[in-house]
Structure formats: C-alpha cells, structure tokens
C-alpha cells in the first residue's frame, strides 16, 4: 500500500510514525512540496490532516486524482456540489473530525444524552472544548460534531490553552440534575491510528460517495455481528 499525506504538522507527524510501524508506503505533502496531479499518480489513497482552508484548496486536484481520500482536517465548509460529485464519479471519501475510536462509544452517549430533554423539557446543555494554542478553527469540529449528534441545541465555549490536545465536556442540566460527560484525547497518535484505520478499512470495501467514520465503523461492526 502507498499512500499520500497531506500535512505533516502536529498531527500529521505522528501518522508517518503510524505508517512506519506498519510497513505502509508514504509520501509526504506540505508547503514546501505540495501535492499535484503527478506526485498522486501511483498513490493507492490519500489522508489530510491540513488546515480545512489548505485542504479545500486541493479539493479539485483530489478529485481529479480518483483516489480515496481520509480526510480529517477541520474548520470549512465542503464547496456547493463537490459531495453530489464525489457520490455521482462513486469515489470513496471519508470525512472525520475525530478519529479517536472512543468517539464512537461517545456518540452513542452523547445521542442518549439529548433524550433529557424529552423527558424534561427544561433541561439545558452547553458545551466546552479546550485545545492548544495554535488551533485555528473555534469552535472545534468535533464540539460541531457533538451537538449535531445530541440533536439538542446549546452554546458552544472554546478555551485554547498551553499544548492540550483536546477536551470536550458536554453537560446537560435541570433543576434537580446535572450530567456530564468528558471525553479526553491524551496523545495526538490516537488520531493518526483511527485514519490509518479507516483508510485500509476505506481499500478494503471502497464505499461510494462521501461517509463518516460512523458509518465505516457501523458497516465493519455489522459484518463481526455486532452494531452501533
Ligand atoms: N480529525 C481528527 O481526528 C483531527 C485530529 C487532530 C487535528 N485535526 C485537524 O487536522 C488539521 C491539522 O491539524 P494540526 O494540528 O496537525 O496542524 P499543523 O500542526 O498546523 O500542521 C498543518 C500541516 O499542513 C501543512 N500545510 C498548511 N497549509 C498547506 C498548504 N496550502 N499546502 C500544503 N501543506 C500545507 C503544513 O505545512 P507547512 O508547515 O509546510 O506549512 C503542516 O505540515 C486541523 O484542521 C485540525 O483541526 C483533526
């Protein structure tokens, strides 16, 4: 397997370790040897961990190249049309903003959590990530990720401190009860192995269009008899 990594910063750093320990074929991209359509050439997949603005500057050299694409850079928007074109070339695409296989135990959590508010409706939730100092996109997408999940409205507060790699506490509240759930990320080789994960997961079964790790995870488990 030869892959391409786009971005060889905090966290791009530890997947080239990741890769090294299994043997995988890696070529690196950044600033000053950015990506073009002939170094992708005889790439087998491709994983960003670039800035969100950096990786949708590449967006259209990645879909011309055909190749699968792990992407878990934050903080953009996809660009009107690039997920209806990803589905319609049936290009295998996944997009994570955490992919610490914890998350998954999280989510389910966090789905339950938001049940509160059925049950009283007063209940109110709030949210607070912390990350390093040199994070650029506030609110995290993973904290964007959490109350998408919750299905439950609540501000979001972003503390950026230090070198922390990241801390998302949700709380949910009413008059009697208060319940909180933290999930810590402890060392950034977490992220680098749940990509790597997904991308041999990716190769393995090249799904069609643009999924979540969710819905990689959920098709893996289902075929080890189990579900999330
Ligand atoms: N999904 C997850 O699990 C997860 C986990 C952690 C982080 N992230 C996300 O991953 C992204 C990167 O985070 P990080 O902390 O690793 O960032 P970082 O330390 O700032 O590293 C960014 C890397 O991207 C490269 N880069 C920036 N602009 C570029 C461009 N235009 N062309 C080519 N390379 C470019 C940089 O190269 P130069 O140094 O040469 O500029 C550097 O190697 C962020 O969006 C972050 O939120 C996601």
Same mark, same amino acid.
């Given at each position: 397997?030869?892959?391409?990594?786009?971005?060889?910063?905090?966290?791009?750093?530890?997947?080239?370790?990741?890769?090294?320990?299994?043997?995988?074929? /890696?070529?690196?991209?950044?600033?000053?040897?950015?990506?073009?359509?002939? +170094?992708?050439?005889?790439?087998?997949?491709?994983?960003?961990?670039?800035?969100?603005?950096?990786?949708? +500057?590449?967006?259209?050299?990645?879909?011309?190249?055909?190749?699968?694409?792990?992407?878990?850079?934050?903080?953009?928007?996809?660009?009107?049309?690039?997920?209806?074109?990803?589905?319609?070339?049936? /290009? +295998?695409?996944?997009?994570?903003?955490?992919?610490?296989? %914890?998350?998954?135990?999280?989510?389910?959590?966090?789905?339950?959590?938001?049940?509160?508010?059925?049950?009283?409706?007063?209940? +109110?939730?709030?949210? *607070?990530?912390?990350? *390093?100092?040199?994070?650029?996109?506030?609110?995290?997408?993973?904290?964007?990720?959490?109350?998408?999940?919750?299905?439950?409205?609540?501000?979001?507060?972003?503390?950026?401190?230090?070198?922390?790699? %990241?801390? *998302?506490?949700?709380?949910?509240?009413?008059?009697?009860?208060?319940?909180?759930?933290? *999930?810590?990320?402890?060392?950034?080789?977490?992220?680098?192995?749940?990509?790597?994960?997904?991308?041999?997961?990716?190769?393995?079964?090249?799904?069609? %269009?643009?999924?979540?790790?969710?819905?990689?995870?959920?098709?893996?488990?289902?075929?080890?008899?189990?579900?999330?």
């Amino acid at each position: 397997m030869k892959l391409g990594l786009l971005g060889k910063g905090k966290t791009g750093s530890f997947l080239i370790g990741v890769c090294n320990d299994k043997k995988i074929e /890696l070529v690196v991209f950044d600033s000053k040897n950015p990506p073009t359509a002939a +170094s992708l050439k005889d790439l087998d997949g491709v994983i960003s961990f670039l800035p969100g603005e950096a990786f949708v +500057s590449y967006l259209p050299l990645l879909l011309a190249s055909k190749l699968p694409v792990v992407s878990g850079s934050t903080g953009f928007e996809w660009p009107e049309g690039v997920r209806e074109k990803i589905a319609d070339e049936k /290009l +295998s695409w996944l997009q994570a903003n955490n992919f610490a296989l %914890g998350m998954a135990v999280v989510r389910l959590m966090i789905e339950n959590m938001g049940l509160i508010s059925k049950l009283v409706p007063e209940a +109110s939730f709030d949210l *607070h990530e912390i990350h *390093h100092t040199k994070k650029l996109d506030a609110p995290s997408g993973t904290a964007l990720s959490f109350k998408k999940w919750s299905g439950v409205e609540m501000p979001i507060t972003s503390e950026r401190t230090g070198d922390v790699i %990241g801390i *998302h506490t949700m709380t949910a509240t009413t008059s009697g009860e208060k319940i909180t759930l933290t *999930h810590e990320a402890l060392d950034r080789k977490i992220f680098a192995e749940g990509a790597v994960w997904a991308m041999e997961r990716m190769l393995e079964s090249r799904p069609s %269009g643009l999924i979540d790790l969710h819905q990689l995870l959920s098709s893996h488990l289902l075929g080890k008899g189990l579900s999330l």
